[in-house]
């Protein structure tokens, strides 16, 4: 069983990082999250390894060299809780031995241990007077087990999680706490708007995280507004809360685009810590395009993700789309960034030949110019993957653009990988068609770059562009090396692609621009396409407005 996933918060307050001049604005400096988002899903999610609990051992006279555990629980009203609200106590061996864990009964449960040093750790809920429930957790985190033993876990002890941000109607959305021992794979994760924790000592080897989501009033969907704070320090806290000025945090004009048709969004915000384990905090925007102002704690890294639904906001499986991003704001201060921005078309992706299931090809085929989407299937999305050898002959084929898990490894040779795609999203006039062809060279290496060119330009909340203006677009090598690759072929087409006009790619410090008329009406596509790498086609890349 999964430990519930939570963050708790440390109470320390940002230290001041200096604030840039409000005028200088600056565009968020993405890194693109080359490990796609998961499936999508509305409300707060957990990615990575949390806690096992261990099988708990029954009851029983302790053999040689162990011994009788008693476990008392107590609630935060002082009453040992039900089942339902605590049911197991962990034990962590800190001597590299096994861990374990007891059930417990109405609060009480006995275990039989060996010697050892031990974390012991249990979450409890109790039931408050105002309604509604907390969660404790409670966390000892270093008992000497040499002797029989009683140890009594008293919720009583704990100390409340606040987070806090100096503008008075923001309050959370959602908080979660990552408390990590010493090396261990014992991450173990709360969630919830009323929780609490156990201080521990300054020698405990424990690592404490905090992130948190607020919004106006707590809002759900919707607010004006949206901080993501964080922190973390070493051991449990004597107050482990957090309270934060705003201007120490970076300010970041968030525009979210609609892509023609009415759209709901809703987005998550996880620190990554670099330990493999990330708490998404769910926060809704609500009906596009909207754009918002989201504050950051600086100097982490933030994976964020983003759905796209109708405009009823549902969220269901096959009626949305998944986007992912990196970003990480060195500093307090002002910037911008934006979501949803077209041209939509493949990321740099891979065909690993190496997969202990086979060949695995993987190419996100939703992609903006500063995110990227997920693996296929695709909402409202039909299309093929095909690899054809050298003499055309076709060796594997999928049923889904970009996306294969069970290919056999091909032999060495040249090959084309060619995947199509039509897309009918209602939300979505753009990307209808797709067509990528890559060359590649099959030989010892394990995994093969499908490399990439993204666009970006300058659109407006509705990913349109002025009718008759030139348009300037900027091609963005993805995977590949510019200075190897020579300069891109580039064509434009204003009727899906049953003809195409050729467009002059201009190199200037290492960067590929080009300008493309705009026509009075309709769509713009484009087709980029760079000798023996990739050539690949983007029907509907954008609207005229």
Known sequence: MVLKKAFTAAALTLPALGVMAPQAVHAAPVVVAHNPPGRFVR???????????????????????????????????????????????????????DDSSAALTNGHGETSVPDGKYAVTTQVITA???????????YLAKVSITSDA??????????????????????????????????????????????????????????????????RNGAQTGSPYIYNVATTADDIPADPGLSVRTKDLAAVRTDYASEGGPACAGTHAAVDWGIGLQAGLYAGIGALPASRVEY??????????????????????????????????????????????????????????NDAGGAVLDVPMLSGPDLESGPAPYSYTTGTSTLRDATGTVVETADQPGFERTWKKPAPGKYQLTVDARRAAPWSDLATRQHVVWDLTVGDSGKITLPAVRYRTTLDADNRAHAGTPQTITLVPDGLDPSAS???????????????????????????????????SGHVSLRTRIPGLIDQTVIDAYGIG
């Open 150 to 215: 009683s140890l009594i876990l008293d919720a009583r002890m704990a100390k409340p999680v606040r987070v806090a941000v100096d503008r008075q109607d923001a309050r959370p959305t959602s908080v979660a706490v990552i408390v990590s021992p010493e090396g261990g794979d014992a991450d173990i994760v709360l969630d919830g708007n009323d929780l609490y924790v156990t201080p521990t000592a300054a020698d405990s080897g424990l690592t404490y995280r905090l992130q948190a989501r607020l919004t």
């Open 128 to 138: 408050e007077p105002g309604g509604g429930t907390s969660t404790t957790l409670i």
């Open 486 to 520: 020579g300069t891109p072929q580039l064509w434009a087409s204003y009727d899906d692609g049953a003809t195409w006009k050729p467009i002059a790619v201009q190199t200037s410090s290492g960067q590929w621009t080009a300008s493309v008329p705009n026509p009075a």
């Open 296 to 353: 950051f704690t600086p100097g982490l890294t933030w994976s964020s993700d983003e759905g796209v639904t109708t405009a009823d906001c549902g969220f269901a499986g096959g009626n949305l789309d998944g986007f992912g991003r990196q970003d990480v704001f060195p500093r307090a201060g002002s910037y911008s960034r934006q979501w949803n921005a077209a041209p939509f078309g493949p990321a740099a992706g891979y065909l690993d030949l």
């Open 43 to 97: 409300g707060d999610v957990v990615t990575g390894k949390t806690f096992q609990h261990s099988a708990p051992r029954p009851a029983r006279s302790p053999a040689a060299g162990t011994h009788t555990l008693t476990l008392d629980v107590l609630d935060r009203a002082g009453q040992p809780p039900t089942d339902d609200h605590d049911g197991v106590v962990d034990l962590i061996s800190l001597d590299g031995g």
